[in-house]
């Protein structure tokens, strides 16, 4: 990819270096920013936990009271939409500005739903919006709300401008993507297609790095690991704990699961992951692993194993399963009669979880096994026949193995030429996400879906969300209006 010069982006005391440095014609002015720190204040504030708290599901909760809030948002500047409720206080919220329509429209898409807190290990209010030390804190603050309110403020400084688009820009903001997206994304493309219906979606999934208080490098998302859940499950014998037993379920795990620690999938370099490595390795920040990347971006499969020793390169080089859940027994003085143990899996893109599945239990020596699909009813039911099995798996989260998108394209070619206009010298590359995003809904539906973090981040907030002290830097929010303003109105000229 093309290799840019770094912008004016010093977030450290040097909020004015990005107003000033940055500026130019047609950027949006300084309260159109504000505005949108202001409205991402509020969203964060509005509860919108995935899953709901028991008796939340009522109409002034969830997402639904969230996309109430910005439909006022919006009519105040003359922007008319709608809510579409999948289920009580699941709404998904869906805005258009109608442009020529020379090109088809391009959907800006963002969750407003947000995981859980656990409220002690916080050192703000999760539900607060507070700005302190030149960060907005709370839970969604970058997963993903500062995208919502970002898009907002594009769609409104695009109504007042009232400048001509050759596309329709659509805003969807839409719940449950931090489940599985089947009251929100995949629920909107399969009932109401016709609403979002688009040439290019912007959503989450992207980096914009910060290294010395600039943007150094930027990753457009243009495909994503493929999210699987499977739970393996043993049988025991119960009874009373005080006369152990053989058949002791836990301890069964606890000898399978140190088998299976050394378990690891073949390594493959996906054409994404290849693009990304030969433009980052120059980096000053991959110095250290900068000829394993070059090398393994030119296909060398041992390269790719070195690099492999590093985490994050490892879940962009194999298909990774870990386990998160154990469940087993019912009290202290009972020996469990089962247990089982939830598996996240996240494959690379053509890999199939039959097949993983597989291989690990000819690894583990495991012949009788009954594989089982299917929701928590089907658990249920079989579990209920107690059949005659040394373990059994159930898959309960089949995921959605979409296609790449292009960077070929008009969109991913705007994307590269907005990063160089505001951040000269750093990098743009395509980028393979390893979580799971709503663009793999539209993917399948043959578009071109590219993530983006319009809010740059730096290594103090960099791994906060899903974990505690989610924040997002107060300048980088402003920013992000800039950067996503600049490329609508490149695709849409």
């Not at 609403?195 to 979606?201: D, N, S």
């Not at 209006?481 to 109105?489: D, K, S, T």
């Amino acid at each position: 990819m093309r290799r840019l010069a770094l912008a004016c982006l010093a977030l450290s005391g040097a909020s004015a270096a990005l107003a000033a440095g940055c500026a130019a014609p047609g950027a949006p002015a300084a309260d159109d920013g504000e505005e949108a720190v202001r409205l991402l204040q509020e969203l964060v504030r509005i509860d919108t936990i995935n899953p709901p708290a028991p008796g939340s599901g009522k109409e002034n909760a969830g997402e639904t009271a969230l996309c109430r809030r910005v439909r006022q948002v919006l009519a105040a500047d003359g922007i008319p939409s709608e809510i579409y409720e999948s289920a009580p206080g699941r709404g998904n919220l869906v805005a258009r500005l109608r442009g020529t329509g020379a090109k088809k429209p391009l959907l800006l898409m963002a969750h407003v739903d947000v995981v859980g807190v656990d409220r002690a290990l916080w050192s703000a209010d999760p539900l607060s919006g507070e700005i302190r030390d030149g960060f907005l804190w709370g839970r969604g603050a970058l997963d993903d709300k500062d995208d919502a309110a970002i898009f907002v403020q594009v769609l409104r400084i695009l109504a007042r401008t009232k400048e001509p688009l050759a596309r329709d820009v659509i805003l969807m903001l839409n719940a449950d993507e931090e489940s599985s997206g089947a009251f929100g994304a995949a629920w909107m493309v399969e009932k109401h297609w016709d609403k979002i219906a688009c040439e290019f979606v912007l959503s989450e999934g992207g980096r914009a790095a910060l290294q010395d208080g600039k943007v150094s490098q930027y990753g457009f998302q243009t495909a994503e690991k493929i999210y699987n859940d499977f739970r393996l499950w043993l049988p025991g014998r119960s009874g009373h704990s005080s006369i152990p037993l053989p058949e002791n379920a836990i301890w069964t795990l606890g000898r399978l699961l140190a088998r299976l620690e050394s378990f690891r999938t073949p390594v493959r370099v996906t054409p994404t992951v290849a693009a990304q490595l030969a433009g980052l390795a120059d980096l000053p920040a991959h110095a250290p692993f900068r000829d394993a990347m070059k090398r393994a971006a030119a296909g060398e499969p041992a390269a790719a194993e070195e690099l492999c020793r590093n985490p994050r390169f490892n879940a962009q080089l194999r298909s990774t399963f870990v386990p998160t859940i154990v469940r087993g027994g019912i009290r202290e003085n009972v020996l469990p009669s089962d247990v089982e143990v939830n598996f996240n899996a996240r494959l690379l893109p053509g890999d199939r979880i039959d097949d993983l599945i597989r291989s690990i239990l000819a690894h583990l020596g495991l012949t009788r096994v009954e594989v089982v699909e299917g929701d928590e009813g089907a658990v249920r039911r079989w579990k209920e026949r107690k059949r005659d099995v040394e373990a059994a798996v159930f898959l309960v989260d089949r995921g959605v193995d979409a296609p790449a998108s292009s960077h070929e394209t008009e969109m991913f070619r705007a994307l590269v030429r907005t990063a160089e206009k505001l951040s000269p010298g750093s990098v743009a590359v395509p980028q393979m996400s390893t979580g799971a995003t709503d663009a793999r809904f539209l993917r399948l539906k043959g578009v071109a879906c590219y993530g983006v973090a319009p809010a740059p981040t730096g290594e103090a907030e960099d791994g906060t969300p899903h974990g505690h002290d989610e924040r997002v830097r107060v300048e980088s929010v402003k920013f992000g209006v800039r950067f996503v303003l600049e490329a609508v109105r490149e695709v849409c000229r």
